[in-house]
């Protein structure tokens, strides 16, 4: 069981190292689309990160 657990867990954090990465690059873009236009959704992509 502790092999598997280490498997799943490996397999959670690299996924969510690629998914942090993904959305990382979608905050900085829609953050300067939106900086553009709005401030107020930029601000809150920025607070979330």
């Known amino acids: 069981m502790e092999y ?9 954090a690299f996924s ?3 998914f942090l990465s993904c959305v990382n ?3 900085i873009v829609f953050g300067r689309l939106d900086d553009t236009s ?5 601000g809150v992509l920025t607070e979330n990160e």
Do not use: D
């Open 4 to 12: 598997i657990n280490k498997n799943v867990y490996g397999e959670f």
């Open 38 to 42: 709005k401030t107020e959704e930029g």
């Open 25 to 27: 690059n979608r905050v």
């Open 16 to 18: 969510g190292s690629i």
